[in-house]
């Protein structure tokens, strides 16, 4: 005889105070160019993070820091952008 197992789907409130404050893992990678503690602050309480050191962070400080890096990586990207542009018009206009 088969038996069946069921499994409970678990809902997540992503708009619970719980769910923002559970502590999760997460590492800062080594940055060539600045390689010093990287310090946040989200709603009052404030983190100096360690580089390359696995800790354990409430999700909305980690949601902080993810949205910053994203933020830069776009900013790289669009400078990158730019001076490539430049560096064409120079060559089409001899400059």
Same mark, same amino acid.
């Given at each position: 005889?088969?038996?069946?197992?069921? #499994?409970?789907?678990?809902?997540?409130?992503? /708009?619970?105070? +719980?769910?923002? %404050?559970?502590?999760?893992?997460?590492?800062?990678?080594?940055?060539?160019?600045?390689?010093?503690?990287?310090?946040?602050?989200?709603?009052?309480?404030?983190?100096?993070?360690?580089? #390359?050191?696995?800790?354990?962070?409430?999700? /909305?400080?980690? +949601?902080?820091? %993810?949205?910053?890096?994203?933020?830069?990586?776009?900013?790289?990207?669009?400078?990158?952008?730019?001076?490539?542009?430049?560096?064409?018009?120079?060559?089409?206009?001899?400059?």
């Amino acid at each position: 005889m088969a038996t069946k197992t069921t #499994e409970e789907k678990k809902t997540v409130d992503t /708009n619970s105070k +719980e769910y923002w %404050e559970e502590k999760i893992p997460y590492t800062i990678p080594f940055d060539r160019s600045d390689n010093s503690d990287v310090f946040v602050a989200v709603n009052g309480k404030s983190y100096q993070i360690q580089r #390359e050191v696995e800790v354990m962070l409430p999700r /909305n400080v980690v +949601e902080v820091l %993810e949205n910053s890096r994203r933020a830069e990586y776009e900013a790289y990207k669009k400078r990158r952008q730019l001076s490539d542009e430049y560096a064409n018009d120079a060559k089409k206009y001899r400059v």
